[in-house]
T-cell receptor, first 109, second 116 residues
Framework: SQKIEQNSEALNIQEGKTATLTCNYT??????LQWYRQDPGRGPVFLLLIRENEKEKRKERLKVTFDTTLKQSLFHITASQPADSATYLCALADSTLTFGKGTMLLVSP | DAGVIQSPRHEVTEMGQEVTLRCKPI?????LFWYRQTMMRGLELLIYFNNNVPIDDSGMPEDRFSAKMPNASFSTLKIQPSEPRDSAVYFC??????????????FGSGTQLSVL
């Protein structure tokens, strides 16, 4: 069966460090992969999209990698700040957009 | 420019009652999506519309759920009769064009539904 896995445990890091979040999937052949940020009580907000033929995509302090052989995407936030604390969701674009359950990131000062 | 607008923000109802959730997509967007979010199951796609026509309703849990999009600026999700297991946050989202999966979704703030 199709599955998208993100770490269910919160990731705690110190301000200034690089946060790395993982998204693994099985039985999908996504053409695109998207990352969203969700704050408590709010809807998800789009951050980045990466295509299957792209290895890496950057936007300011954010970097996403996409390895279709490993069936994995990594999401990095460099020089993390307390304001980056949120839940981050990956979404696989197959026939529709299917979301993982997300990983909570907590950045402490 | 206003984003996706959902109402109500919170709904508390008793089992067996009818619940109607409302959504106004971003003007000019042609695709509209209804998602449900719970801790156990995460964010699940219920149904999506393209140009007001339902394209995929395979995620609708059962016949108690129905969705309509009478025009480009309004959609409803109805649950009748509601049950406690329907308690969740319901999100509406819209995207610019034909629901192609390379497009980003714009989400509303959600409706927190509690069925007692």
């Amino acid at each position: 069966s199709q599955k998208i896995e993100q770490n269910s445990e919160a990731l705690n890091i110190q301000e200034g460090k690089t946060a790395t979040l993982t998204c693994n999937y099985t039985n999908y052949s996504p053409a695109y992969l998207q990352w969203y940020r969700q704050d408590p009580g709010r809807g998800p907000v789009f951050l980045l999209l990466i295509r299957e033929n792209e290895k890496e995509k950057r936007k300011e302090r954010l970097k996403v990698t996409f390895d279709t052989t490993l069936k994995q995407s990594l999401f990095h936030i460099t020089a993390s700040q307390p304001a980056d604390s949120a839940t981050y969701l990956c979404a696989l674009a197959d026939s529709t957009l299917t979301f993982g359950k997300g990983t909570m990131l907590l950045v402490s000062p | 420019d206003a984003g996706v607008i959902q109402s109500p923000r919170h709904e508390v109802t008793e089992m067996g009652q009818e619940v109607t959730l409302r959504c106004k997509p971003i003007s000019g967007h042609n695709s509209l999506f209804w998602y449900r979010q719970t801790m156990m199951r995460g964010l699940e796609l219920l149904i999506y519309f393209n140009n007001n026509v339902p394209i995929d309703d395979s995620g609708m849990p059962e016949d108690r759920f129905s969705a309509k999009m009478p025009n480009a600026s309004f959609s409803t999700l109805k649950i009748q009769p509601s049950e406690p297991r329907d308690s969740a946050v319901y999100f509406c989202a819209s995207s610019l064009s034909g629901g192609r999966t390379n497009e980003k979704l714009f989400f509303g703030s959600g409706t927190q539904l509690s069925v007692l």
